[in-house]
């Protein structure tokens, strides 16, 4: 078992009410900064001796991935190292590391807790993993949090969701007193299970599917919304599988797109669409061919 996931089951059973080494963190997400995920989130690391920088979106930003404002962003103080930015998540992590807190860099940017899982390929589009993404291609070590809803809960604003943020945010405030954490490569993306009691701790790849449908609704006169895929099947050792078991669920995520690896299968496919460029690109013709 990786090192990195020994210290996280380690932090699942330690609780401690103050750390030792506390850390300078930039607090984000992408529900918006008024949200309770972040608000629990901000109160714990806080309580536990972090310096923590909330800079967060005014509003609502889901689905924006990594995505920024080309028109440019407005930001306003709203107190002592509170700041509400009018762009996505990744304006707020970009701006707060080139701007904000330049003089005083963060060791670690926290994003969440999101107010509903992220799995599979749904990572893609969240702009709570996109946060973080955006703060390790800046150079700074990241986390992901987010956790999960149920749907047949939405009548009662998610009552278990609001019920799981206080005891993710104490675990997430021990996880960042690990000394590793602040040399890892890449970002994990952490699920909570809404289970009062958590099953343990899964370190899981992410799962081959999508919630998301393209089954879209017009819920009110010219606005259409997507569906979901609520009946969806994963491989045990997926992340949308094990937090469904009650697993609270670690995935190590890279930051970049990665190129497919240049196996002959691989290069079958490019050189039968563009032979004829590539082979003029690798060997241009001397004047004697022309």
């Known amino acids: 078992m990786p090192r990195l996931v ?6 699942f059973s330690l609780i401690s009410p103050v750390v030792a080494n506390p850390i300078t963190i930039l607090l984000t997400n992408d529900d918006g900064y008024l949200s309770p995920g972040i608000q629990a989130l901000h109160k714990e690391l806080q309580n536990a001796g972090h310096t923590v920088y909330l ?15 080309s028109e440019g962003i407005r930001f306003e103080q709203l107190g002592d190292q509170i700041w509400r930015i009018e762009g996505k998540p990744a304006d707020a992590v970009r701006f707060g590391i080139g701007h904000l807190l330049k003089e ?5 940017v926290i994003s969440g807790i999101n107010f509903g899982q992220n799995l599979g390929q749904d990572v893609m589009v969240s702009g709570t993993v996109g946060a973080a993404i955006t703060a390790v291609q800046l150079g700074v070590p990241a986390i992901a949090i987010s956790a999960e809803i149920l749907f047949e809960e939405a009548a009662e604003s998610f009552a278990s969701t609001l019920k799981t943020f206080p005891q993710a945010a104490g675990f997430i405030a021990d996880l960042v007193q690990k000394p590793e954490l602040l040399n890892m490569p890449g970002l994990l993306n952490i699920n909570f299970p809404t289970a009062t009691a ?25 606005l259409w919304r997507s569906g979901y895929n609520l009946e969806l099947v994963d491989d045990d050792n997926t992340d949308r599988k094990r ?31 563009f032979s004829e460029k590539l082979t003029n690109t690798h060997n241009p013709k001397t004047p004697e061919d022309r």
């Open 6 to 11: 020994l210290y996280i089951l380690a932090a």
């Open 55 to 69: 800079i967060a979106p005014l509003s609502n930003q889901s689905g924006s991935s990594t995505s920024v404002t």
């Open 104 to 108: 005083t860099p963060p060791d670690l």
């Open 198 to 222: 958590p099953k343990g701790i899964k370190h899981v790849r992410l799962a081959p599917s999508s919630l998301l449908t393209v089954d879209y609704v017009e819920t009110e006169p010219g």
């Open 243 to 273: 937090l469904h078991d009650g697993y609270i669920t670690i995935s190590h995520l890279a930051s970049v797109y990665q190129a497919l690896s240049s196996t002959p299968q691989d290069q079958k496919w490019v050189e039968m669409l």
